[in-house]
């Protein structure tokens, strides 16, 4: 079984690389997921987070992109699960986007293989300048 370090490496890779089958074989079948998007809250399964992965995919396919992913903590919940928070943004034609979404992404080990089964994801946080200076 591969590490939970070098699955979510493998995992963000696949991320920026748009590799839709990928992320479609990683949700798990029991997958729930909490959106906050403008104060609103919703949620959703796998078929509706699925189908967001391929929209977004399908949108920026022939734009200039690139995903900027920050993975921000590694938190082991019990010795199958791991919470991933994932600062996500991206660039279109060279600039930094003005907004990021925050994932809180739990993985778990099911028969050998790390399955996202819950995301909470908070979307329109500000880009300010000093969250990414180094």
């Given at each position: 079984?591969?590490?939970?370090?070098?699955?979510?490496?493998?995992?963000l890779?696949?991320?920026?690389?748009?590799?839709?089958?990928?992320?479609?074989?990683?949700?798990?079948?029991?997958?729930?997921?909490?959106?906050?998007?403008?104060?609103?809250?919703?949620?959703?399964?796998?078929?509706?987070?699925?189908?967001?992965?391929?929209?977004?995919?399908?949108?920026?396919?022939?734009?200039?992109?690139?995903?900027?992913?920050?993975?921000?903590?590694?938190?082991?919940?019990?010795?199958?699960?791991?919470?991933?928070?994932?600062?996500?943004?991206?660039?279109?034609?060279?600039?930094?986007?003005?907004?990021?979404?925050?994932?809180?992404?739990?993985?778990t080990?099911?028969?050998?293989e790390?399955?996202?089964?819950?995301?909470?994801?908070?979307?329109?946080?500000?880009?300010?300048?000093?969250?990414?200076?180094?």
């Open positions: 079984m591969e590490d939970f370090p070098t699955f979510l490496n493998r995992y890779s696949k991320w920026k690389a748009t590799e839709l089958e990928f992320m479609e074989k990683v949700i798990d079948d029991a997958f729930q997921g909490i959106e906050v998007r403008e104060g609103i809250t919703s949620t959703h399964g796998k078929e509706a987070s699925v189908t967001g992965w391929s929209q977004a995919f399908i949108y920026f396919k022939d734009k200039d992109m690139e995903w900027i992913l920050y993975p921000i903590s590694i938190l082991p919940l019990n010795e199958n699960e791991f919470m991933a928070i994932i600062r996500a943004t991206m660039t279109l034609e060279g600039k930094l986007i003005d907004t990021s979404n925050l994932f809180f992404q739990t993985f080990c099911k028969n050998g790390w399955k996202l089964i819950r995301t909470y994801e908070e979307t329109g946080v500000s880009n300010s300048e000093y969250l990414f200076s180094d």
